[in-house]
């Protein structure tokens, strides 16, 4: 059974960056996509980031404007979240997740097989 576990989140200031990482253990990890969600109180989990494993072939919500990136260490099973000039609007609780069975349509939560416990971001004005 693959295990996802997220670190990095925090309390920063707004305009201030965060780097989160999510890291696969346990059974055989070989995923096709993985992926960042997060979820803010009251909302819906929503998409943020999405790369492919095997080309690092990236995906974006239209929120990220540039100011986010996903990036991949397969050496070592990880998954980052570089988020810079953060504002209060992303204070949520950021998701990692990985796909090893689907393949296709990265942004969808139905895409993926296995979730992390999620990390918390909170931006303050």
């Known amino acids: 059974q693959v295990q996802l576990v997220e670190s990095g989140g925090g309390l920063v200031q707004a305009g201030e960056s965060l780097r989160l990482s999510c890291t696969a253990s346990g059974g055989s990890f070989s995923p096709l996509h993985m992926a960042w969600f997060r979820q803010a109180p009251g909302s819906e989990r929503e998409f943020v980031a999405a790369?492919?494993?095997?080309?690092?072939?990236?995906w974006y919500g239209a929120f990220v404007k540039g100011r986010f990136t996903i990036s991949k260490d397969s050496a070592k099973n990880t998954v980052y979240l570089q988020m810079n000039n953060l504002t209060p609007g992303n204070t949520a609780v950021y998701y990692c997740a990985a796909d090893q069975t689907h393949g296709y349509l990265p942004r969808r939560e139905s895409s993926y097989d296995y979730w992390g416990q999620g990390t918390q971001v909170t931006v303050s004005s």
């Open positions: 790369i492919r494993w095997s080309d690092a072939n990236t």
